[in-house]
């Protein structure tokens, strides 16, 4: 048999970062020095690598000597170790109003997965796919995230099915915290699914359904929200385009929530958001790319506001 070494295709940094995850769990375990089949070293290149490459976890481990059974389990330690340090959802909101962001921007993602024999009862009452989305018509996990202005991801929520609704989801995971950062002027923007979300979750209004034309106030409204709203697109494209992993998942639906929440710590830490990076390079600063895009001032959305309130729209 031959052996390909792999190629992550991440910095040195990165690498050095998750391997000291794991190795700090070992410790923590008593682990002793040489009983493991991997290093942390290795262990973190063959969780990037799969992360990276979205190839089959054991076809990764067979090249770097080690079982099929071993190759998972070590998977599943790095995803763990990982996603114990994605940020709490109320920590990710506090650093927001620290920062003095005008809005975050909520949005969710159908993850894609195999089929699944989970049944459930649609509010008709006819047995459905409880995991198959209407909106992707595929399977998968919905997971809720809340970005930046500028669209970069701060948040992931727990993974439900993916027949459950955006604003459902939102509902469960997301809504009360947001409306609760409303009061202290941070708004919420999300797109014309989460209509009726609540107070201080701002949405697009639909068109009618009888086609008619918008009113003036609510067609302005419509365009003041949307170009603040838009850049939310950028937070899961930049999850799932620098971890393909997130474009389907292979391996058991209850691992979305850990593996997703693991794909944003490493692109937190890679883009110098996250505070573990702040931790290695004390008094430091790096060129960002979640500060390239400049925050909206707080009037503009106040603005927007009081322009309209002569004919608020049904959703304000």
Not at 5 to 12: I, L, W
Not at 59 to 65: A, E, N, Q, S
Not at 73 to 82: N, T
Not at 90 to 108: F, K, T
Request: aromatic fraction near 6%; charge should be positive; charged fraction near 20%.
């Amino acid at each position: 048999m031959i052996a390909c070494p792999a190629m992550p295709g991440v910095p040195a940094e990165l690498v050095s970062f998750l391997a000291e995850l794991p190795a700090a769990e070992r410790r923590a375990r008593g682990t002793r020095t040489g009983a493991r089949a991997l290093t942390c070293d290795k262990q973190a290149i063959f969780a990037l690598v799969w992360f990276r490459e979205r190839r089959d976890g054991a076809l990764i481990g067979r090249g770097l000597g080690i079982s099929q059974a071993t190759a998972y389990r070590y998977l599943d330690e790095a995803i763990d170790v990982l996603a114990a340090r994605a940020p709490d959802l109320y920590e990710a909101l506090q650093r927001g109003h620290d920062e003095g962001w005008s809005h975050v921007i909520l949005d969710g993602k159908i993850v894609a997965t195999d089929r699944l024999p989970v049944k459930t009862a649609s509010t008709k009452g006819t047995t459905i796919d409880a995991w198959y989305s209407g909106k992707t018509r595929d399977f998968g996990g919905n997971i809720q995230a809340v970005m930046r202005p500028g669209g970069f991801p701060v948040w992931i929520s727990e993974a439900g099915p993916g027949g459950v609704h955006d604003l459902t989801a939102a509902r469960e995971h997301v809504l009360g915290a947001l409306c609760a950062a409303a009061g202290p002027g941070m708004a919420t923007l999300a797109d014309p699914g989460y209509e009726g979300a609540g107070i201080g979750v701002h949405t697009p209004v639909k068109q009618p359904a009888d086609r008619s034309e918008l009113d003036i106030n609510t067609r302005t409204r419509n365009t003041l929200l949307r170009p603040l709203r838009c850049p939310g697109e950028r937070g899961f494209a930049l999850l799932a385009g620098r971890w393909p992993t997130l474009r389907h998942i292979m391996v058991s639906p209850r691992k979305i929530t850990k593996i997703a929440r693991a794909a944003l710590v490493l692109t937190q830490f890679e883009h110098g958001y996250h505070a573990c990076w702040a931790e290695r390079h004390p008094g430091q600063k790096r060129c960002r790319v979640w500060e390239n895009v400049p925050l909206p001032k707080a009037r503009t959305l106040a603005g927007a506001t009081a322009n309209t309130s002569a004919s608020p729209p049904p959703s304000w």
